[in-house]
């Protein structure tokens, strides 16, 4: 069956960084998109960034949030995603989730197959 496990989360001051790791396991085909997605307390979860895993893809999306700060990566011997976070704020703080989808790529949950644990990022000022 299939696995994700995120890791990397941790506490960091405003305008530090922190890097995520998404390692899955289980496919039995690759997946069409990997996203990352965050949650606060009382929020809706809401997309990151994703990224088609297939080494031949150029797709890569980003919410405007952290457009700029934020870079989503992969490593398809390893199967596994990154979010490298700079310049982290406050209210970048959630819980992160790693996610896998099949039939295309967005930053849409609902569309998303399967889901990691999540990994707690806490930011403060």
């Known amino acids: 069956q299939v696995r994700l496990v995120e890791s990397g989360g941790g506490s960091v001051q405003a305008g530090g960084s922190l890097r995520l790791s998404c390692k899955g396991s289980?496919?039995?085909?690759?997946?069409?998109?990997m996203g990352w997605f965050r949650q606060a307390p009382g929020k809706e979860r809401e997309g990151v960034a994703a990224?088609?895993?297939?080494?031949?893809?150029?797709?890569?999306l980003y919410a405007d949030s952290v457009k700029g700060r934020f870079t989503v990566s992969r490593d398809k011997a390893e199967n596994t995603v990154y979010l490298e976070m700079n310049s982290l704020k406050p209210e970048d703080t959630g819980m992160y989730f790693c996610?896998?989808?099949?039939?295309?790529?967005?930053?849409?949950?609902?569309?998303?197959?399967?889901w990691g644990q999540g990994t707690q990022v806490t930011v403060s000022s």
């Open positions: 990224i088609n895993p297939d080494p031949q893809s150029h797709i890569v």
């Open positions: 289980g496919y039995s085909h690759r997946p069409d998109c």
């Open positions: 996610a896998s989808r099949y039939f295309g790529c967005s930053l849409t949950k609902s569309a998303y197959n399967f």
